[in-house]
């Protein structure tokens, strides 16, 4: 029931709450940053770390914006973070809803499976790049981490498969690895 | 995306089709949130400032020796510290950097260089944004046509508007001036409005680099600055580059 009903939040804002463009300034601009961050840093794992901190930055500032548009309230566990993740936040940015799928039997992990993922549109990997294992929309890991970090929750998340690397899907893994006590700054360990 | 042509037939031509009539079926194409885009933006500056921060400091140690390794991470110049805290842009815990606006490193080439970092960020958006939109149902046949295009169909396609003004002297000279630049329109600041502009002149290259490399794809070589007087106004001026001019620079 409660899956039905932030789907019908994300969908909702989406509709009636969200200014709308085209996507293809938004992939073109993310498509020529990560061919200039493979350029300066001339290492794919390094650009994978930095497209992970810019994802970080913005998840920290993504949330409010969640917030305000939605008027969600703080989740009850981590399986309705998982549905306001999935259905809310990937709605109101991008227009898509990954499945929510793999949990661990502690559920304290999931996986988010991504059918359609925008950034991928008009991409294909040169084979260097797989090989030497650029995440290519690895950004995503980080807005993820950024937005639940906001939220108390501390996270580790990684791709595990992406379409771009030949994968039959692209899947994200988000484990929350403690709930951050509200009194200590967020991050301050 | 070509699911439209499928099976082990889909030569290059189906697939060409295929991808022309997509161009041409997604006059609306997919859509996302416009915020996505205003959220990137100053994490690409941020990200780009960092990175040319890094290639300074190693060419800087390369110059210095290698002994001058450690001592190179020790005593950095105050500009270079700045910069280092840019890395660690969004400190955790302190949401209310809400912008993800920071203020420039002080040092004016390292700007320069992310500038022009932008710039080609920008060139290969213009190029690929050419290859995808431009129009199939009328030719452009001069420079003119090519700018209307800009200012008309990629703008609206971009900005949700199109240029307020367009002015050309006939020469190869052509002044775009939109009044209520989108990327502008959010960037309030409160150190007055030169402070604010300064902080802007990034985020200005990026398009210039779109209309450059919009151009640039039709066979036009052309330099593009912008300028401000005022956010969220922005002017961009084209100058077409003849071959010749092209041969007398190199």
């Known amino acids: 029931m409660a899956a039905k009903q932030y789907k ?16 293809e300034l938004f992939i073109f601009t993310y498509g020529s940053l ?15 770390k930095q497209l992970d901190k810019m994802g970080y930055n913005i998840g920290v500032r993504l949330i409010d914006d969640i917030l305000a548009r939605t008027g969600i309230d703080k989740c009850a566990d981590f399986h309705t973070t998982a549905e306001v993740v999935a259905k809310v936040g990937f709605r109101v940015f991008l227009n898509i809803a990954p499945a929510i799928a793999n949990w661990s039997a502690d559920a304290k992990e999931f996986s988010l499976i991504l059918e359609d993922n925008p950034l991928n549109d008009f991409c294909e990997l040169p084979p260097k790049a797989v090989q030497e294992g650029l995440w290519y929309s690895n950004v995503l890991c980080g807005v993820i981490r950024g937005a639940l970090e906001m939220m108390q929750m501390q996270t580790e998340v990684w791709f595990v498969h992406d379409v771009l690397r030949g ?7 988000v484990k929350l690895v403690k709930i951050l006590d509200e009194e200590v700054p967020v991050g301050d360990e | 995306m070509s699911n439209t042509a499928t099976g082990p037939v ?24 416009s915020s996505a885009l205003e959220f990137l933006l100053p994490e690409l500056v941020n990200a780009l400032v960092s990175t040319t921060l890094r290639t300074k400091q190693i060419s800087e140690r ?8 450690e001592d190179a991470s020790d005593k950095h110049s105050p500009s270079t510290e700045k910069g280092q805290e840019y890395n660690a842009t969004t400190i955790p815990g302190n949401p209310s950097m809400g912008s993800g606006w920071l203020d420039l490193p002080e040092d004016e080439e390292l700007v320069e260089q992310v500038c022009v970092k932008l710039e080609m960020v920008g060139f290969r958006v213009g190029k690929r944004i050419a290859e995808r939109f431009s129009p199939l149902s009328r030719r452009l046949t001069d420079t003119l046509d090519i700018v209307k295009f800009i200012c008309k169909d990629v703008w609206t396609l971009l900005f949700n508007r199109q240029v307020d003004n367009l002015k050309t002297n006939h020469r190869g000279v052509y002044v775009l001036q939109d009044n209520k630049f989108k990327w502008f ?18 985020y200005i290259w990026l398009p210039c680099g779109i209309i450059r490399g919009i151009l640039d794809s039709f066979g036009t070589n052309t330099v593009v600055i912008a300028e401000t007087l005022g956010l969220p106004q922005c002017t961009f001026q084209i100058k077409v580059v003849s071959e010749e001019q092209m041969v007398a620079r190199a």
């Open chain 2, 62 to 69: 390369i110059a210095l020796g290698l002994d001058a390794q």
């Open chain 1, 167 to 173: 994968d039959d899907v692209s899947e994200i893994r």
């Open chain 1, 34 to 48: 990560v061919v200039q961050l493979v350029k300066d840093f001339e290492d794919y794992g390094a650009v994978n």
């Open chain 2, 185 to 202: 329109l959010r960037m309030s600041g409160n150190n007055g409005g030169a402070a604010a502009a300064r902080r802007a002149q990034p």
């Open chain 1, 8 to 23: 019908a939040i994300g969908e909702e804002a989406w509709k009636n709450n969200v200014e709308k463009v085209n996507a």
């Open chain 2, 10 to 33: 889909s030569s290059a031509t189906q697939l060409l089709s295929a991808l022309s009539l997509d161009g041409r079926n997604s006059a609306e194409g997919r859509q996302i949130n």
